[in-house]
DNA sequence: ACTTTTGAGGAACGGTCGTTCTTGACTGAT
DNA sequence: ATCAGTCAAGAACGACCGTTCCTCAAAAGT
């Protein structure tokens, strides 16, 4: 009984995936979420209950649609340089800001991206067959990559010099 | 003539630094600033203009006193453990929010920042005979680390790699 | 057809944001 | 002693923040 929604849940989460993984949270007000994904105040706060609860949701969201299959598709890889393309090229901006802005100040965002990041690297581990700590090596080397926009191909540098270590 | 000035600008900077480098630049209020600082707010906008002015000061401040020296310090590092140790080491808080936060919405933050990194890149280029290519792979990679909190010392781990590869 | 439930729509809330204004105290120069 | 200029102190500003309330339209169950 009632009414059904106008607006497409799934589309809206992966609409917030954006936003939020484009400017900060605090750079994203209700108002432009609002306008953006086209749900009413209303209805956004029915759904999702707070502002924080849309980011948490919209983060895990993240991590299920792209971290975790990176995280499988690097199981796939034999060589550090694969790995480290796979990593580089993945979408990662809100992974990377919520590590940087938000897991400071929310310990449950702090957790969510702590347990991505785990994943992340027991995938490179298992696939390369290197310890976990090169393993997380290797994926803050691509965190610190994509914060800087991977200027001249720095990644595939840095794959080439680490190549005959495996 | 006039009334002596109660604070001492250098200082009211540092902290400022500590601060914008601990939350983000949202995260931190203006009240926070004039409690934090001991600068009553009319001082504060009169010495430095506004929240950005002040933040873009204590971002140079923060390139000068904690990035500049990093980079003479690589000067005189022969290996790569070496040069990576030095930069996990330092302190980089501001450097990595303002990268991450700030630089995709304020292009004369996202200025800074590029340029700081670039000089960071070359004193590596510089000191380990290296191409700039690979020594801003370095330089991300300890960002990277630095941005998960160096668990375990996954710094030494892939500096450990890195060091045969000079 | 009527009731009931739910979402849409928009105004409005108190609070906090960055910023400015007004007032008075202090200090160096005349 | 007086004046001029700077700083301190705190109230106050409009704008915007996240959130809630109230009302009406739409659709499912009886």
Aim: net charge negative.
């Amino acid at each position: 009984m009632g009414r059904r929604r106008a607006f497409d849940e799934d589309e809206v989460v992966r609409a917030a995936v954006e936003l939020f993984g484009g400017r900060a949270y605090d750079g994203v007000s209700i108002d432009e979420l609002v306008v953006h994904l086209g749900v009413h105040r209303n209805s956004l706060y029915k759904t999702f209950g707070s502002k924080r609860g849309l980011y948490l949701i919209a983060l895990r969201r993240h991590l299920a649609d792209d971290v975790r299959p990176l995280a499988e598709a690097l199981a796939a890889a034999t060589d550090a340089a694969t790995a480290l393309r796979l990593v580089t090229a993945a979408d990662l901006g809100l992974l990377l800001l919520a590590a940087a802005e938000r897991a400071p100040a929310d310990e449950e965002v702090a957790a969510e991206v702590a347990a991505a990041l785990a994943a992340v690297d027991q995938a490179i581990a298992d696939a390369l067959g290197i310890s976990t700590a090169l393993a997380a090596a290797l994926t803050a080397a691509a965190l610190g990559i994509r914060l800087r926009g991977d200027p001249d191909g720095v990644g595939t540098a840095l794959a080439r010099h680490l190549d005959p270590l495996d």
